[in-house]
């Protein structure tokens, strides 16, 4: 099965995606992870993605593009994938179906990820970082003595990004550039949203419903 996940910063998305991953056995795909792993390998995708990471710009949908085809080609992704955040864009969606379509392919389902914003901000607003690296979240992982850090024992702060008007940002900014995606799966009719302010296994329990109705319908 070929799947699509959906959802805002702090939905809960890479959660989902390695417990879909587990319980289908699929690969899960997402554009960091390709960025990274390219740029570590030095391979030639990977050194012209990073030329434009270094000088703070976005990496242009071409390339974006040529790393995902060579992604889903490999062997482990013959049996279906997971992609988590791809594609963010209409002509990004447009591209990958005319990759899947030279394949023989197509997406199966796309499970957007729904979480109101006061949620989210709460979510995201919680994290705390400490200069030697190490990461909290004031309700999910608190250190043990509040705003110190349990390895260095320094001081914990609050990243400029994570605070609310920054996360506020973000959102309205992926709910601009997404909203025309949601249309766009919907109107071919493989899109479900799915409450992603759940708890988290009860979250896994509604995708796993939605993966059976579409494989379901997929063997008649």
Same mark, same amino acid.
């Given at each position: 099965?070929?799947?699509?996940?959906?959802?805002?910063?702090?939905?809960?998305?890479?959660?989902?995606?390695?417990?879909?991953?587990?319980?289908?056995?699929?690969?899960?795909?997402?554009?960091?992870?390709?960025?990274?792993?390219?740029?570590?390998?030095?391979?030639?995708?990977?050194?012209?993605?990073?030329?434009?990471?270094?000088?703070?710009?976005?990496?242009?949908?071409?390339?974006?593009?040529?790393?995902?085809?060579?992604?889903?080609?490999?062997?482990?992704?013959?049996?279906?994938?997971?992609?988590?955040?791809?594609?963010?864009?209409?002509?990004?969606?447009?591209?990958?179906?005319? /990759?899947?379509?030279? $394949?023989? %392919? #197509? !997406?199966?389902?796309?499970?957007?990820? =729904?979480?109101?914003?006061?949620?989210?901000?709460?979510?995201?607003?919680?994290?705390?970082?400490?200069?030697?690296?190490?990461?909290?979240?004031?309700?999910?992982?608190?250190?043990?003595?509040?705003?110190?850090?349990?390895?260095?024992?320094?001081?914990?702060?609050?990243?400029?990004?994570?605070?609310?008007?920054?996360?506020?940002?973000?959102?309205?900014?992926?709910?601009?550039?997404?909203?025309?995606? /949601?249309?766009?799966? $919907?109107? %071919? #009719? !493989?899109?479900?949203?799915?409450?992603? =302010?759940?708890?988290?296994?009860?979250?896994?329990?509604?995708?796993?419903?939605?993966?059976?109705?579409?494989?379901?319908?997929?063997?008649?």
């Amino acid at each position: 099965m070929n799947i699509i996940l959906l959802g805002p910063p702090g939905a809960g998305k890479g959660t989902q995606a390695k417990k879909i991953q587990k319980c289908c056995s699929l690969p899960h795909i997402s554009t960091g992870d390709i960025l990274r792993e390219n740029i570590n390998n030095n391979t030639n995708l990977g050194m012209k993605a990073k030329s434009y990471m270094s000088r703070g710009e976005l990496v242009p949908d071409e390339l974006l593009i040529t790393l995902i085809k060579d992604r889903l080609s490999k062997n482990d992704c013959s049996g279906g994938f997971i992609l988590d955040g791809y594609p963010r864009t209409i002509p990004q969606a447009d591209a990958l179906q005319m /990759i899947l379509t030279e $394949s023989n %392919k #197509k !997406i199966d389902a796309v499970l957007n990820i =729904s979480v109101d914003d006061r949620e989210l901000i709460r979510r995201l607003s919680g994290r705390r970082m400490c200069k030697c690296g190490a990461s909290y979240h004031i309700m999910f992982n608190p250190p043990e003595k509040e705003g110190i850090c349990n390895i260095c024992k320094g001081k914990l702060y609050q990243r400029e990004d994570d605070r609310p008007e920054a996360i506020q940002n973000r959102l309205d900014v992926y709910k601009k550039q997404t909203q025309p995606l /949601i249309d766009y799966y $919907s109107r %071919k #009719k !493989i899109l479900r949203t799915i409450d992603g =302010s759940k708890e988290i296994l009860q979250i896994f329990e509604d995708i796993k419903c939605v993966l059976e109705e579409y494989d379901q319908k997929d063997n008649k």
